[in-house]
Every structure is written in C-alpha cells, then in structure tokens.
C-alpha cells in the first residue's frame, strides 16, 4: 500500500468508492451489525486501514460510548478521515502507521474491525497481523473484516462480468472498471484461505456474516 497516495485520489475517494465496491455502504453496515455489544457499553475497538473514516464514524455513531483507534498508512487519508470525525474527539483516535512494521497494539480491545484492509497486505504479511490481533483481543473479543476476496478463476470470471455492468451502471468509465477488475485479478486468498490461518491462530466460531459477489464480511471470536 502506498503511504503518500496521490491526494487528488483521496479527495475524490468517497465520490468514487461507491462506484467501484458493489454495495459498500451495506457491506460496512454488516460490518457494524456483527459487533456483539450493548449500545451504551463501553468498549474498546481498533480498526485497521480505516481511510477516509467511513466505518470508523458509524462504529462511533452507533456506539457512543465506545473508544475507537483507527489506523492508516496514508496521512492524506486520515486527514479527510478527521474532518469527519472531529465530533467525537477524545475517543476516536487516528494513528498513522504501516501495521506491518509494529510488533504489537497499544490496547488490548474487545474488536479488531477492518474494510477494504486485508488484500491491500502482502499475503505473506497477513497472517502475521491476524496473529497480532488475536494477542491483542480479550478474551471473548471478536475480530471483523470486510473485504475483496477470490473466487477461483472460475468464478472470478462469472462474478467480474456481473461487476463490470455494476460499475458501468454506476456511472464508472469504462476505463476505470477495467482497471479496477484488473488490479483485484492476481489476488489469490479465498475465504477458506483465510479461516484456515485464523483457525490455527486459535479463533473460534469462524462465519460469513455477508457476501456479494467477491466481497465478503467475515469474522470469528477469541475464547
């Protein structure tokens, strides 16, 4: 992932990102769904890759008296990110790190929360942080991720047709919905892939919360 994004594509992130994740508002809605917890508890809850701030502000809306430290490699990012989320300062923290560097996190929290994170990481970095988040969950502390994954290249040819027209109809150039298939094309982690490293982690009640075409919310819990 490239910390100094160009800023112009930052800026224009939230215009876009609509157009190109085939139900990304409901997929971040899922996302806060499967969070276990009472409204008002106060809770502890980190989120990896939190860009612009979108899951981040309705994690903090939905939950006003949780704690939330969001991480992201991109200063411009977290910049638009603030600008959102100036209204809950004192319990939304945003950090600029590179998450493959850091050898532990600063809270022990009672959820690991990611979007559009995971298949941004090296495969060989990703269960490196899994284990990372594990260690820092408590105990009955749940871990979310929704993401892109593989189908198969069988699938993948099926689903990428599907949301090509879904991108099209969204306004997306043609030239940008190509682009966009093709930089997803080479990856090769399917949810399988990733329960079986989160299982020999040591997380339990692994489970799809939500799918459409190649994006996934999935999740599993610290017992």
Known sequence: MNKYLI???VKDYDKTIDGLVPKYREMLENIVSALPFK???KINIVELGCGTGNLTLKIAENFPNATIIGYDISPYMLEEAQKKLDAFKGRVILEEADLTLINKFKVKADAFVSSLFFHEISEKERPKILKKIYSSLQEKGICINGDYVSLGNHKNKITFKEWF???INQGISQKDAVAELEMHRLE?????????IMRNIGFKKLKVRW???????YQGEKL
């Open 188 to 196: 090769r982690f399917k949810i399988s892939d990733y329960f079986k």
């Open 211 to 217: 799918n459409y075409l190649n994006y996934f919310v």
């Open 165 to 167: 027209n879904w991108m």
């Open 7 to 9: 800023y112009d594509f």
């Open 39 to 41: 409204k008002n508890e």
